[in-house]
């Protein structure tokens, strides 16, 4: 196992497309995380499952995002609608127990034109 | 919401030179970790620390866990180029809690 598998790696897109991307994070992880980060700033939190459970999401993941693990393993997180607002780094990460583990993937960068 | 003060921002030091940086926060945290990210890719952590007092090194690494619990510090000793990237403190509020809060990092230049 390679570590927490994120693509694609880059997406540039129209204002008003709908953008999807997906995680694959460790295989015996059961936690997996989206983070978002914007550039000079540190990541903020947008949800987390456990196994295939949105457990919490925060306000920062507004009506146009959607995020899902279908059967515990991988994830998506789909964006509708993209504004110029929603250009940043997406992050996913994985833990397996402690919370504070998280293993990080190297990221999405989009570009919302 | 929660934030943690990160500092200094940046860093602009010589091969070889110690560094510190630190993070506080007004609010307790639980637990605090200190990651590193290089250009393109995710963080890494390099330090959890889990108890107030607790001072943890990882090689030429070594940060400490306030005993307020409202502050962390993050030293590197003998800095080489490869210790060049962003630095972020993040911290957990509370036990039971998933999420972290990140600080806004500290960006570590190194000149031969």
């Known amino acids: 196992d390679t570590g927490v598998s994120q693509n694609p790696r880059h997406k540039i897109t129209k204002r008003g497309q709908n953008v999807t991307f997906r995680c694959d994070p460790i295989?015996?992880?059961?936690?997996l995380y989206w983070y978002r980060q914007t550039l000079g700033q540190g990541p903020e939190f947008l949800t987390y499952?456990?196994?295939?459970?949105?457990?919490?999401k925060s306000r920062l993941l507004s009506d146009r995002f959607s995020a899902e693990r279908p059967k515990g393993s991988f994830s998506t997180l789909e964006i509708q609608r993209t504004e110029q607002g929603d250009s940043a780094m997406y992050l996913c990460?994985?833990?397996?127990?402690?919370?504070?583990?998280?293993?990080f993937g190297a990221g999405s960068r989009l570009t919302v034109l | 919401g929660q934030q943690l003060n990160q500092s200094p921002q940046s860093m602009f030091i010589q091969e070889g030179e110690d560094v510190s940086m630190n993070c506080t926060s007004s609010?307790?945290?639980?637990?605090w970790l200190w990651y590193k990210q290089d250009p393109g890719e995710g963080p890494v952590l390099l330090i959890a620390?889990?108890?107030?007092?607790e001072l943890t090194s990882n090689g030429r690494l070594t940060a400490q866990f306030g005993i307020t619990r409202k502050d962390s510090f993050l030293n590197i000793s003998a800095s080489i180029p490869s210790d060049v990237g962003i630095y972020f403190c993040?911290?957990?509020?509370?036990?039971?809690?998933?999420?972290?809060?990140f600080g806004q990092g500290t960006r570590l230049t190194i000149n031969p």
């Open positions: 609010s307790i945290f639980n637990t």
């Open positions: 620390l889990y108890k107030a007092g």
């Open positions: 993040a911290g957990q509020l509370s036990q039971g809690a998933q999420k972290l809060v």
């Open positions: 295989s015996e992880h059961n936690r």
């Open positions: 499952f456990q196994n295939e459970a949105q457990l919490e």
């Open positions: 990460a994985s833990s397996f127990t402690r919370a504070n583990v998280l293993t």
